[in-house]
């Protein structure tokens, strides 16, 4: 089982990027589906979780600007990043509990994708 996530790259204040976290292999079900995000020098922070009903939460910083949501048909997670801010520049990471025929449910961490908020 894999998550790639993508989607990362440079972007003005206030612009718009959208990041996509998808699961791939022998997959029987994904629980929940979480962003994490880690800024320079920073430690690695939770940014949005969406269940697989479609219920979300968001860390107080990117409550009203992210909007995080899933296709559980495509194993699909999304995250859409609006009103950018500089303070928003990291390394975003998908990770989700997910569950196969060999392992059953354990925890995988996408390789990341790099968002940068620049003028």
């Known amino acids: 089982v894999q998550l790639q996530a993508s989607g990362g790259g440079l972007v003005q204040p206030g612009g718009s990027l959208r990041l996509s976290c998808v699961a791939s292999?022998?997959?029987?079900?994904?629980?929940?589906m979480h962003w994490y995000r880690q800024g320079p020098g920073d430690k690695r922070e939770l940014v949005a979780t969406v269940t697989r009903s479609g219920s979300s939460t968001y860390a107080q910083s990117v409550e009203g600007r992210f909007t995080v949501s899933r296709d559980n048909a495509k194993n699909t997670m999304y995250l859409q990043m609006n009103s950018l801010k500089p303070e928003d520049t990291a390394a975003y990471y998908c990770?989700?509990?997910?569950?196969?025929?060999?392992?059953?449910?354990?925890?995988?961490w996408g390789q990341g994708t790099l968002v940068t908020v620049s003028s």
């Open positions: 990770n989700a509990a997910i569950r196969t025929k060999v392992t059953g449910w354990d925890n995988y």
């Open positions: 292999g022998s997959i029987l079900d994904i629980n929940t």
